[in-house]
């Protein structure tokens, strides 16, 4: 709660500035109230729409709500902002791989592995993928 006070402070102090309602936003998540961080989230996407972390915490925020369409489409603005950004790619994979959508999951995990090779995150993702996929057949 002081966090989110300090926030809101500063969103009084400088409405302008976008990255006080991606915290904002952030702290909402954090307490489970998804409706209001994107609220959020999506005020800082309208102060600085060429910006990708808003896009990525709707994402996450859509996923939370079982609103796989809508996260998808958020990750996707968020890697057309940034296409290094590879939390962005790691997130769109996953969601693409709740949808049994595993051959678009693997382009974006191999995507990520190339802007960050080693990433053992991705690695892991892409492994228990390919599991699956093998396991599959």
């Not at 102060?47 to 808003?54: A, I, Q, S, V």
């Not at 592995?113 to 892991?124: M, Q």
Request: no cysteine; aromatic share 14%.
């Amino acid at each position: 709660d002081n966090a989110m006070g300090y926030y809101q402070t500063a969103i009084e102090t400088e409405p302008e500035y976008y990255g006080s309602y991606i915290y904002v936003g952030k702290v909402y998540m954090k307490k489970g109230m998804n409706n209001k961080a994107i609220e959020y989230f999506n005020l800082s996407v309208m102060l600085n729409p060429g910006f990708p972390e808003p896009y990525l915490m709707l994402g996450n925020a859509y996923i939370s709500g079982d609103r796989v369409d809508d996260a998808i489409s958020n990750f996707i603005k968020a890697i057309e902002a940034d296409p290094f950004f590879v939390d962005a790619h790691i997130a769109l994979g996953l969601a693409f791989s709740k949808t049994g959508a595993f051959l678009d999951a693997q382009k974006e995990f191999e995507t990520a592995l190339k802007l960050e090779p080693g990433n053992l995150e991705v690695l892991s993702y892409r492994n228990n993928l390919n599991d699956f996929l093998r396991q599959g057949q």
